[in-house]
C-alpha cells in the first residue's frame, strides 16, 4: 500500500470550480477504493465522496450532492473529485483516503474503513 497524495486545491470565488485529484502508485493494482474527507478548523471530519475500485458511488452527502462528483482513471492510478458551484461552507482541508477492498463495488463512507490518507490539499472559497 502506498500513501496517497492530493492536488488541485487552490483559493477561489463562489460559484467557481475546483478539480482534486487523488494519486497512489498502487491505486488500481492493490483494488483501492478512495474516498475523499474534508475537516474545517473547528469542525469534524466529514465524508465527501467515494468510489469503488471498480467505480461504484455510494450517495454523496446532501451538503455536495449535485454539485461534487467524483471519478477514478484506473490507467493513471488517480481519482477525481470534481466540485462545481462551491460555496464559502465547502472551505476546508481535502484529503484522500485508500483502502484495499475484495469487492469491487465496495466504498465505504466512515473514515474508519480507510488506511492510508493524504497530507491533504486547502480549498479556500471566499463569498
Known amino acids: 500500500q502506498v500513501q496517497p497524495g492530493e492536488s488541485g486545491g487552490g483559493s477561489v470565488r463562489a460559484g467557481d470550480s475546483l478539480r482534486l485529484s487523488c494519486t497512489a502508485s498502487?491505486?488500481?493494482?492493490?483494488?483501492?477504493?478512495v474516498a475523499w474527507f474534508r475537516q474545517a478548523p473547528g469542525k469534524e471530519r466529514e465524508f465527501v465522496a467515494a468510489?469503488?475500485?471498480?467505480?461504484?458511488?455510494?450517495s454523496y452527502p446532501d451538503s455536495v450532492k449535485g454539485r461534487f462528483t467524483i471519478s477514478r482513471d484506473n490507467a493513471k492510478d488517480t481519482v477525481y473529485l470534481q466540485m462545481i458551484s462551491l460555496k464559502p461552507e465547502d472551505t476546508a482541508t481535502y484529503y484522500c483516503?485508500?483502502?484495499?477492498?475484495?469487492?469491487?463495488?465496495?466504498?465505504?463512507?466512515?473514515?474508519?474503513?480507510?488506511?492510508?490518507w493524504g497530507q491533504g490539499t486547502q480549498v479556500t472559497v471566499s463569498s
Open positions: 483516503a485508500t483502502t484495499s477492498t475484495t469487492s469491487d463495488r465496495y466504498a465505504p463512507k466512515n473514515a474508519e474503513y480507510y488506511h492510508y
Open positions: 468510489i469503488s475500485w471498480g467505480g461504484a458511488i455510494p
Open positions: 498502487d491505486l488500481a493494482s492493490s483494488h483501492n477504493a
